[in-house]
């Protein structure tokens, strides 16, 4: 290794003994074991409710996920009310609340007040007491079968069966269609003025 020129000199540290200081992972299947008894554990202490909390399905951010439904954060208070859940009861019964997520779209709101009665349908409410039966589930009805299992995600789109392609979507252009459409849109208030000018024009040479 040569030194010329006004340039820094090396000062190489390769005496650091970094074999005692290298992080292994020879735990790793006692943390896969520790983790699989900490669910068991928490599975047993919640009795029959559900594992997880109901939460809305909504769309991803951007357009690159929009395409797609996840989990979102709670429901609306729009969607509870719908719904005929209070937002008080709702947090009782395993649903989430979040009243700064507003509505954009009838479509998403219709779709998380299906969820919700579907959840209600499928809600089974236990008595606080032995006795109390307020607000609970008739007793015949806590006879039947309990799931620990969440409500899952809709498919976002009705797929359809595979058919011939018509004659009228054959000659359908789709890009040229689009274009016009922007334009219309983009020139209409110019067209409007164009046009009303025309009539003031043509109303003056009558006169």
């Known amino acids: 290794m040569g030194f010329r020129h006004n340039n820094v000199l090396h000062a190489n540290h390769f005496h650091k003994d970094w074999q005692r200081r290298v992080r292994t992972w020879f735990d790793q299947p006692g943390r896969k074991l520790r983790r699989r008894n900490a669910r068991k554990v928490k599975a047993a202490k919640l009795g029959v409710r559900p594992l997880t909390l109901l939460r809305p399905a909504v769309r991803g951010q ?16 729009a969607e509870l009310k719908e719904a005929g859940i209070n937002r008080k009861e709702a947090r009782g019964i ?14 998403g709101k219709q779709l998380n007040v299906e969820r919700l009665n579907a959840y209600k349908a499928r809600l089974i409410v236990f008595p606080r007491k032995q006795g109390s039966q307020r607000k609970a589930t008739p007793p015949d009805d806590l006879q039947a079968e309990t799931t620990r299992t969440n409500l899952l995600i809709p498919d976002p789109y009705v797929h359809e069966a595979p058919r011939k392609i018509t ?32 009539e003031e024009e043509e109303a003056n040479k009558k006169k």
């Open 167 to 198: 004659d009228e979507e054959r000659s359908f252009e789709a890009y040229r269609t689009l274009r016009v459409s922007r334009a219309n849109a983009r020139y209409e208030g110019i067209r409007k003025v164009r046009a009303a000018k025309k």
């Open 94 to 107: 395993g649903i989430v609340v979040d009243h700064r997520r507003r509505n954009l779209s009838e479509e």
């Open 62 to 77: 951007t357009v690159r996920y929009n395409r797609k439904l996840r989990e979102g954060r709670g429901f609306t208070l």
